[in-house]
């Protein structure tokens, strides 16, 4: 894992030594040699904000050890799953920073997707914290989902989903 050390309020990652990718080095630069100066455009509410490269770094140092508090280490695989946003880029950036490896799920949807009629194509999932089973009546003998019986007992997590 990349050493972390903290001068001030500002921590430092230091990639260099631990052989992580170009990218998050490249990043860093970037950070110091930019600063204030605008690295992103974010629309919110209909209105364009610009995100700094020292905004940008800070939120990929908080993440970098919000998950080396939470254990995750160097080669350890991490799914993420996001839509396109700035908080993407900055868990994609900190996951690299600690030599972790990446999923991204959307790679494995679009493959699934690519092989369906639009009408079939998955547009909205939800992770659920357990495993559906039979035990728990979600499932048939033959390992079918019982579709009513899943919407009964997941109604408010289908209706969240659907109102993003």
Request: charged content about 30%; proline content about 3%.
């Amino acid at each position: 894992m990349p050493q972390a050390e903290i001068h001030g309020k500002e921590p430092i990652i230091d990639i260099a030594a631990n052989g992580v990718g170009a990218i998050p080095k490249r990043l860093l630069k970037n950070v110091e040699r930019f600063g204030d100066r605008v690295a992103l455009h974010e629309k919110r509410f209909g209105l364009w904000r610009n995100i700094s490269w020292k905004h940008y770094g800070q939120n990929i140092r908080a993440i970098f050890f919000g998950m080396s508090g939470l254990g995750a280490r160097r080669g350890e695989r991490i799914c993420l799953i996001s839509e396109n946003r700035p908080e993407w880029l900055y868990l994609d950036l900190a996951i690299r920073s600690m030599g972790a490896i990446r999923k991204l799920i959307h790679k494995w949807f679009d493959e699934v997707n690519s092989r369906l009629a639009c009408v079939e194509q998955i547009k909205k999932f939800a992770i659920l914290d357990k495993r559906l089973d039979q035990e728990d009546g979600e499932l048939t003998p033959t390992m079918k989902v019982k579709r009513k019986h899943i919407n009964k007992i997941y109604t408010d997590v289908i209706e969240k989903m659907y109102r993003r």
